[in-house]
């Protein structure tokens, strides 16, 4: 859940929602990331690639609605997938919405219509009820105010999946397939009627699961400095871990040209061992282990670069496949040991 539902997350405006997403079994976790500036402001882009999917919506001000707005724009872009509901599809009041990049082709309602409300709306008419978000919803009803988007105007590519029964947009599919809207507050009404009564909680599962099959990779962690300082591994522009298709890396900040990648499946433990681990004992100070090399690969390049790349098989049993992994560099000056580490990456294998 990335937004600006209420200032503080302990409040029923983050806390019912997530309970209830967490309550459906579909979700290992469901994080709050608070982007107002009580929370934490503007995320990254490498804390959002560890997630498969946000849920986005606005009750309070972001610190800053222009960022939002591009770093989600890069998420998209870079394979995650992102549900808007009300009131940041929705809202008038100014900086309230998602703004900056996200204006220029991420929308799927068009935003700044304001707000319909009135008690008795429910599922109106669906015009697509193959569409996944519909799996399993047979009825829908609104909160006594039932917040709505006014305006039913959608961006270039998009369609209506379902309306409200007044004939608003209740859930719109973007272009992009990582994109999904949906024409409701998301608080159940026994938190505020502006939110829904009956069937709101398997709308946003089931859109959140439809958007997750993006292919992503996630950087996270730090590294430690070798001779030409801290490594470095990144995906070359454009590259995704894509099922049936090669992820092109690239590692930097090697004196030799030369790097190890390991991969495995968890970023937690090492055979018996936690994760992140102190290297320190190896001869590798200030350098931790941040993901399991239950397998690793040599990178060979041309100081300070080196390219690696891992292709990836077209089975579709593999969709939502998770792999965590670390680069180091070798560096025979920079430690007893020999290596410097890179940053770690969070893999997800999608489409």
């Given at each position: 859940?990335?937004?600006?539902?209420?200032?503080?997350?302990?409040?029923?405006?983050?806390?019912?929602?997530?309970?209830?997403?967490?309550?459906?079994?579909?979700?290992?976790?469901?994080?709050?990331?608070?982007?107002?500036?009580?929370?934490?402001?503007?995320?990254?882009?490498?804390?959002?690639?560890?997630?498969?999917?946000?849920?986005?919506?606005?009750?309070?001000?972001?610190?800053?609605?222009?960022?939002?707005?591009?770093?989600?724009?890069?998420?998209?872009?870079?394979?995650?997938?992102?549900?808007?509901?009300?009131?940041?599809?929705?809202?008038?009041?100014?900086?309230?919405?998602?703004?900056?990049?996200?204006?220029?082709?991420?929308?799927?309602?068009?935003?700044?219509?304001?707000?319909?409300?009135?008690?008795?709306?429910?599922?109106?008419?669906?015009?697509?009820?193959?569409?996944?978000?519909?799996?399993?919803?047979?009825?829908?009803?609104?909160?006594?105010?039932?917040?709505?988007?006014?305006?039913?105007?959608?961006?270039?590519?998009?369609?209506?999946?379902?309306?409200?029964?007044?004939?608003?947009?209740?859930?719109?599919?973007?272009?992009?397939?990582?994109?999904?809207?949906?024409?409701?507050?998301?608080?159940?009404?026994?938190?505020?009627?502006?939110?829904?009564?009956?069937?709101?909680?398997?709308?946003?599962?089931?859109?959140?699961?439809?958007?997750?099959?993006?292919?992503?990779?996630?950087?996270?962690?730090?590294?430690?400095?070798?001779?030409?300082?801290?490594?470095?591994?990144?995906?070359q522009p454009g590259s995704r871990p894509v099922i049936g298709g090669i992820l092109a890396t690239d590692l930097g900040n090697l004196p030799f040209g030369l790097g190890i990648v390991g991969l495995g499946f968890s970023n937690t433990a090492s055979g018996a061992l936690p994760l992140p681990l102190d290297l320190t004992v190896i001869g590798m100070p200030g350098c931790n282990l941040l993901a399991d090399p239950l397998v690793t690969d040599v990178a060979a390049g041309v100081a300070p670069n080196a390219p690696w790349s891992f292709a990836i098989p077209g089975l579709p049993a593999l969709l939502g496949s998770v792999l965590y992994g670390q680069a180091f560099s070798l560096d025979p000056?920079?430690?007893?040991?020999?290596?410097?580490?890179?940053?770690?990456?969070?893999?997800?294998?999608?489409?």
């Amino acid at each position: 859940m990335c937004g600006a539902a209420s200032t503080s997350n302990t409040l029923c405006q983050w806390t019912d929602v997530q309970t209830r997403l967490l309550a459906s079994g579909a979700f290992s976790a469901v994080d709050i990331i608070n982007v107002t500036a009580s929370g934490v402001g503007t995320p990254t882009l490498s804390a959002l690639l560890q997630y498969d999917a946000l849920l986005c919506w606005t009750n309070s001000s972001p610190a800053n609605n222009a960022t939002w707005g591009d770093v989600l724009a890069d998420y998209v872009d870079a394979g995650g997938g992102v549900v808007v509901a009300v009131f940041a599809n929705s809202t008038l009041t100014a900086g309230r919405n998602i703004g900056g990049r996200w204006q220029l082709g991420y929308e799927v309602i068009l935003d700044q219509s304001g707000n319909t409300s009135g008690s008795g709306a429910t599922l109106g008419n669906v015009p697509v009820p193959a569409h996944p978000v519909m799996a399993g919803v047979t009825t829908f009803v609104g909160g006594t105010t039932g917040s709505r988007p006014t305006g039913t105007a959608l961006e270039v590519g998009s369609y209506v999946v379902a309306e409200w029964s007044d004939g608003k947009i209740l859930v719109a599919q973007g272009a992009n397939t990582n994109r999904i809207d949906l024409g409701f507050y998301p608080p159940n009404a026994t938190c505020t009627q502006s939110g829904w009564s009956v069937g709101g909680d398997q709308l946003m599962v089931n859109a959140l699961l439809a958007v997750a099959n993006g292919a992503t990779f996630g950087p996270y962690g730090a590294g430690c400095a070798g001779t030409l300082g801290v490594p470095t591994w990144a995906a070359q522009p454009g590259s995704r871990p894509v099922i049936g298709g090669i992820l092109a890396t690239d590692l930097g900040n090697l004196p030799f040209g030369l790097g190890i990648v390991g991969l495995g499946f968890s970023n937690t433990a090492s055979g018996a061992l936690p994760l992140p681990l102190d290297l320190t004992v190896i001869g590798m100070p200030g350098c931790n282990l941040l993901a399991d090399p239950l397998v690793t690969d040599v990178a060979a390049g041309v100081a300070p670069n080196a390219p690696w790349s891992f292709a990836i098989p077209g089975l579709p049993a593999l969709l939502g496949s998770v792999l965590y992994g670390q680069a180091f560099s070798l560096d025979p000056a920079a430690n007893a040991f020999g290596f410097a580490a890179a940053n770690a990456a969070r893999l997800k294998l999608g489409l």
